[in-house]
């Protein structure tokens, strides 16, 4: 018999290029040449396997363990989320004064013992005040990471690192999803306490890597080089405040308003999906894969470039129109049957998650070129506030758009999209990084017989 030689198709070999591409991309974010930024993505990675875990075994813990209602759990996430926004600003606040690492290092283990303290969770009051101790203290901690990415390095290393922390934050987010299928096949109180548990844990171990000598060094304040080498005293500078500077309010608005995408793909094209589609419910999950296996390929390619505030400003446009063609596409999925608009939803993501990828590299090319060196953790503190604000308004702008208008509703939010996209490349426009002055030496006081 003559053999017959077997190749793979078209579709096996795209698969086993995303498959290389991927590895490739997390492998070398793991060994990364810089110790320092090593260290801090093992800590994240660490924190991200925790909050995969939490994702996953909140909701089912809350509402059986606890026993509160959709309302309560409800109620108590939204005073978390503006908990939040209050501790996004505390933790540029802190991190000014006592260093961004040292506040770090100090708040995952405090992170870690409050989520443990989910379990003695009894009662919605109980369950509110810790899920906003929690919330507070997890955007404080973003606020310190964030700033420890624009303080310690500088120009393309900032985003790329960004970058290749979105990567690995992505696969450990969805590996402790997976971990967390252990405790939810059990079902048991027990297993989902000793889960809630294993977050805490998690989150606080996340603290070591960060205690590495490379990662003190290079993430230690120091004083101005030439003042240090010349062995002077300086004046203290603090640098500008964030809520003097007009522009970089105005980019951080928008970025907050971008940040309702977030919500947008975790909450409302999962509740579109299911409520307003004739898409199968199980098609949500593949949905939420398609959206990490994109960001895993494409982040670090769109980041590139984006330390020039002229190029950042272009890829937050770029992103916000491929948001906004998918909010396009998710419109048209409401009378269509289930194969059409499972195709279509299908393709509505993965030009979300594209549009995400571009607009994610854009706005942290523009935070952070945009803020004043002497003042990074301030003004990241401020971006964040954005964020949380835009995550915490989220579920309600989707509601009150999409769910409630339909189509109208869809193009409401493609509009607001185009529209904050638009702000911010003209923001971008002209706009040069700022450069801190040369510190100038306090001079000696003169003895009066001099």
Request: aromatic share 6%.
């Amino acid at each position: 018999m003559c053999a017959v030689s077997r190749r793979a198709g078209p579709g096996r070999g795209l698969v086993r290029a995303f498959a290389a591409t991927a590895r490739t991309e997390v492998t070398e974010t793991l060994n990364a040449p810089d110790r320092a930024a090593r260290a801090l993505i093992w800590a994240t990675i660490v924190t991200c396997l925790g909050a995969g875990l939490n994702y996953a075994v909140a909701a089912v813990y809350f509402s059986t363990v606890v026993g509160l209602s959709a309302a309560q759990i409800g109620t108590g996430l939204a005073c978390a989320g503006v908990a939040g926004v209050g501790g996004a600003y505390l933790g540029g606040q802190v991190a000014a004064r006592i260093g961004s690492r040292r506040t770090l290092v100090l708040s995952l283990p405090v992170l870690g013992l409050v989520i443990c303290g989910y379990t003695l969770a009894t009662d919605v009051i109980t369950f509110t005040a810790l899920a906003s101790a929690v919330s507070a203290l997890r955007f404080a901690n973003t606020t310190a990471r964030a700033t420890m990415i624009a303080s310690g390095f500088t120009g393309p290393d900032r985003v790329q690192l960004r970058a290749r922390m979105r990567v690995v934050t992505n696969v450990a987010t969805g590996a402790g999803a997976l971990l967390a299928g252990v405790a939810l096949a059990a079902g048991t109180p027990l297993a989902l306490k000793a889960a809630v548990v294993a977050v805490g844990v998690l989150t606080a171990l996340s603290a070591l890597p960060l205690t590495s000598r490379r990662a003190g060094a290079r993430f230690a304040d120091q004083a101005p080089p030439a003042a240090a080498a010349a062995g002077r005293r300086t004046a203290p500078d603090r640098g500008r405040s964030p809520f003097a500077d007009l522009r970089y309010l105005l980019v951080a608005l928008l970025v907050g308003i971008n940040a309702t995408y977030f919500t947008l793909l975790d909450f409302g094209i999962p509740l579109w999906t299911s409520q307003h589609t004739k898409a199968p419910v199980a098609l949500i999950s593949v949905l939420l894969a398609a959206n990490t296996v994109v960001i895993v390929l494409l982040q670090v390619a769109a980041s590139k470039g984006t330390h020039d505030v002229r190029l950042a400003g272009r890829g937050a446009f770029r992103g916000a129109v491929m948001i906004a063609v998918a909010c396009a596409l998710c419109a048209l999925t409401g009378g269509l049957g289930a194969l059409l608009a499972s195709g279509l939803l299908l393709l509505a993501v993965l030009v979300m998650s594209a549009g995400e990828a571009y607009g994610e590299a854009g706005a942290w090319g523009l935070t952070m070129e945009l803020a004043d060196p002497r003042n990074q953790a301030r003004y990241q503190g401020v971006a964040e506030m954005a964020y949380a604000a835009g995550q915490t308004l989220g579920p309600l702008v989707f509601a009150a758009t999409a769910i409630a208008h339909g189509c109208w509703g869809w193009a409401m939010l493609a509009g607001m999209f185009l529209a904050s996209g638009a702000g911010l490349l003209l923001l971008s426009r002209n706009a040069v990084a700022p450069v801190p002055p040369v510190p100038q030496p306090t001079p000696d006081p003169v003895s009066p017989g001099t």
